[in-house]
């Protein structure tokens, strides 16, 4: 079956920098884009990166442009998230995502909060 299982938060000061790992198993990785969603207290769940089967296209939320890189390893199948110049309200639980078949996957998330 489909499990993504994240790694990688943790709490960080502002200003400051994590890596998400997302590893992935139970299908062909190569050929599925990859999503980071987010959920902060309170709020719903938001899009927050995507990634194409290959690597080559990727799309971001406008709040995270310019501070957030996306990128895949198909060799590992893993998808990662760079999240520079964190900011208090980047806190939430990160989770990826995949649309395989006509269902929905996430994994459990990864909390990353954001505090001095």
């Known amino acids: 079956q489909v499990q993504l299982v994240e790694s990688g938060g943790g709490l960080v000061q502002p200003g400051g920098s994590l890596r998400l790992a997302c590893a992935a198993s139970?299908?062909?990785?190569?050929?599925?884009?990859m999503d980071w969603y987010r959920q902060a207290p309170g709020k719903e769940r938001e899009l927050v990166a995507s990634?194409?089967?290959?690597?080559?296209?990727?799309n971001y939320l406008d709040a995270v442009k310019g501070r957030f890189t996306i990128s895949r390893d198909n060799d590992k199948n893993t998808v990662y998230l760079q999240m520079n110049s964190l900011k208090p309200e980047d806190t939430a639980v990160y989770s990826c995502?995949?649309?395989?078949?006509?269902?929905?996957?996430w994994g459990k998330g990864t909390l990353v909060t954001v505090s001095s």
């Open positions: 139970g299908f062909t990785f190569s050929w599925y884009t």
């Open positions: 990634v194409t089967y290959a690597g080559h296209s990727t």
């Open positions: 995502h995949v649309h395989w078949f006509t269902s929905d996957y």
